[in-house]
């Protein structure tokens, strides 16, 4: 027998408008003000079988909301935007709850408060909702995985799991019936550690299993921040050699974890410029970030949940305790100036010396060897593209930088690494050994060796020591960003800083050599923004500067909490590096390099040292035929120097370097005009 048709009836619009108008009605008692669009504070009616798509997009925004409040937001669940309740029951709370949190995890932060509030909207006796007198019932209730005050006791472990939440285990006060109208208030904190899961829970996953939990246990590990990893761990390594060596391919291969397919991959997703990725040479200066867990394990810059998204900066930053920071520097003749401005001022610890397997090592692989030992940096000599290379072209390469080690103005004895117990036995040697270390960034082999090495290296730097010191901040690069204003980026030498409308700093000198004072508004490190920085951070200042003043910044200034002095003269102590022929006589113009200041100099006066012990008489200045004082390689000497163009900041104990074409010579500054000497 045949079933009959059922045939339902459209709604017209008259009756679509009023059922719209009857759920309106609904939520229109106000309970707080409406929903601004900036600042740490979100709304949200709830949240119910969300999607991965959707539950990025979340993640997304309360990223945004926690860096409005410089790390912490407050969600109120079951509000509408307009502030009206959204006449929500508990469990639809909790769930809202339950799925905000894990975006937390996901962003490295914590619930320090889950207020669930009721008693403020009921029905009346026509079950339409009425707003109460009097004050509301706010019930504090324990969320999913705790306010991480336990973090600190390295607690976070197989026991560390979801809570099972049951009614014995609820406040009393709190009503869990269906009925009762109910909204929540969450604050959020992010935790500066690792001691949350480093592999941030997945949200695809999440979506596909309705917003259920799955966040792995990990092993113990210390504690940790941001701060103490990008300054007191934080290893600054200079990356050097010849022009085909493969540097940015290394650095590439080393931050992401991936493998260089032979074109190119690798070196294209670190590359600054347009003209540097199809030239495939590198023109600038530039730093990238390689992370290490506490156990040495390498953190991949791949993001697990989006596949063709790298890592930012202050995402590797988090999950790090040991932070590596490989200077790319260019390694093509013409950009010499570049690269030596770069040694000179990156604050290194090592350097790692990139030599191509297949072809002989050039004057440049000398050149950069001799730069870095000059500044007395720790080398590390390391064969690329060994893939394919023949057995002879690899033993005449490396016969040739044994040569180079071993000469007299590098003095350093080859030692190659093939295993984890060579590692430990060149630790605490390389003032007079030089490991060699042999790689492929297509097949992969000596990679995770040279990885083991660079997490073992001890910090040499111990920029810790200088927190007492007057604050002094090194401008390297200078932005003007829409909406923030004037912002430096550079380098935190000495002392600290906590920014805000009454961090007052000094910047400059100018052209004329006066100081601008102004107030450093906020600081970032990393990309993360924070409201301190202390010496041996790479960090961005915004400094509160008109358009007129924003004109007189340039590279080479420091950023002082109190106001200092220029020169333009300076004495230093000097010594001429062994190699191409060099005669220095008075009036002698070279470009100095100051840490971060270069600039040309003259040699106004040159002085005889006293004679050092164990010093070959030889290496002393000499007179010359009309009794002047001749400074020829090997040489010491105290020499005065007088800038060529305008006067600037630098204090005794600086390290100088100089050079006419190609480095000619190091030194110590000793004393300047206005500053007593170094005793």
């Not at 059922?19 to 003000?33: G, M, N, P």
């Not at 080398?379 to 893939?387: L, M, P, Q, R, S």
């Amino acid at each position: 027998m045949k079933k009959p048709t059922t045939i339902i009836k459209p709604m017209d619009k008259e009756e679509k408008l009023k059922k719209f108008q009857e759920a309106s009605a609904k939520r229109l008692i106000s309970v707080v003000d409406p929903e601004k669009e900036d600042g740490n504070m979100e709304y949200k009616r709830q949240l119910h079988n969300c999607s991965g798509e959707r539950l990025e997009k979340l993640k997304t925004q309360m990223s945004y909301r926690l860096d409005e409040g410089r790390g912490s937001c407050v969600y109120r669940i079951g509000v509408e935007d307009d502030g009206c309740h959204s006449l929500l029951d508990y469990k639809a709370c909790k769930e809202t709850a339950k799925t905000l949190e894990l975006l937390a995890r996901s962003l490295n932060a914590v619930v320090l408060e889950l207020k669930m509030i009721q008693g403020e909207v009921k029905k009346n006796d026509d079950g339409k909702p009425v707003k109460l007198d009097g004050t509301a019932e706010e019930v504090v209730v324990p969320s999913m995985f705790g306010n991480g005050k336990d973090l600190s006791q390295n607690d976070f472990d197989d026991e560390h799991e979801e809570k099972v939440e049951t009614d014995g285990n609820l406040p009393k006060e709190l009503k869990i019936d269906s009925g009762v109208y109910t909204r929540a208030e969450m604050t959020f904190q992010r935790i500066e550690t690792h001691l949350l899961d480093p592999s941030p829970v997945s949200l695809s996953k999440i979506g596909k299993e309705n917003a259920k939990a799955d966040i792995a246990s990990k092993p113990k590990e210390p504690a940790n921040s941001v701060a103490d990893a990008l300054s007191k761990r934080n290893i600054r390594v200079a990356v050097v050699g010849n022009v085909d060596a493969g540097k940015s391919t290394m650095i590439g291969t080393l931050t992401s974890s991936l493998l260089d397919d032979g074109r190119g991959s690798s070196r294209t997703s670190i590359m600054k410029h347009r003209h540097e990725i199809e030239s495939g040479r590198t023109s600038t200066s530039s730093t990238h970030l390689m992370g290490f867990r506490s156990t040495g394990e390498a953190i991949g810059a791949k993001d697990n949940v989006r596949v063709n998204r790298r890592k930012t900066e202050d995402e590797v930053a988090k999950e790090s305790y040991r932070v590596i920071s490989l200077m790319d520097l260019a390694g093509h003749e013409k950009y010499l100036k570049t690269t030596i401005h770069g040694v000179a001022s990156g604050m290194a610890d090592y350097a790692l010396i990139l030599v191509n397997s297949r072809h002989n090592p050039t004057h440049m692989t000398h050149h950069h060897l001799n730069l870095c030992v000059s500044f007395g940096i720790q080398v590390i000599i390391v064969f690329t593209k060994i893939d394919g290379c023949p057995d002879h072209a690899f033993k005449t390469s490396k016969s040739e930088v044994t040569k180079l080690l071993k000469a007299p103005d590098i003095g350093k004895m080859p030692f190659e690494i093939k295993s984890e117990q060579d590692i430990e036995k060149v630790m605490g040697k390389m003032n007079t050994l030089a490991p060699m270390i042999t790689t492929s960034c297509v097949t992969g082999q000596g990679i995770d060796l040279l990885q083991k090495m660079l997490f073992a290296l001890p910090k040499r730097r111990k920029h810790e020591k200088k927190v007492e010191r007057p604050f002094e901040f090194l401008v390297e690069d200078i932005f003007n960003v829409p909406g923030v204003g004037s912002v430096v980026s550079g380098f935190v030498n000495a002392g600290q800083l906590s920014v805000g409308s009454n961090a007052h700093v000094y910047v400059g000198p100018t052209d004329d050599g006066t100081f601008i004072k102004t107030v450093a508004k906020s600081a970032h490190i990393a990309r993360i923004s924070t409201n301190h920085v202390t010496c041996g951070q790479n960090a961005c200042l915004a400094l509160a500067l008109s358009k007129d003043l924003r004109k007189k910044l340039r590279r080479g200034m420091v950023v002082l909490k109190e106001s200092a002095s220029s020169t333009k003269e300076f004495e230093a102590e000097i010594c001429v590096l062994k190699g191409v022929g060099t005669t220095i006589r008075k009036s002698y113009q070279a470009y100095v390099h100051i840490l971060n200041v270069r600039q040309s100099a003259y040699a106004r006066k040159i002085e005889i040292v006293k004679a050092v012990p164990g010093i070959p008489s030889s290496h002393t200045a000499q007179y010359g035929e009309d009794n002047e004082v001749v400074l020829r390689p090997g040489s010491r000497a105290k020499v005065r120097f007088e800038f060529a163009q305008r006067p600037e900041y630098i204090r005794p104990g600086m390290r100088m370097l100089f050079r006419d074409g190609r480095v000619r010579g190091v030194g110590l500054v000793t004393a300047i005009p206005t500053v007593d000497p170094v005793r």
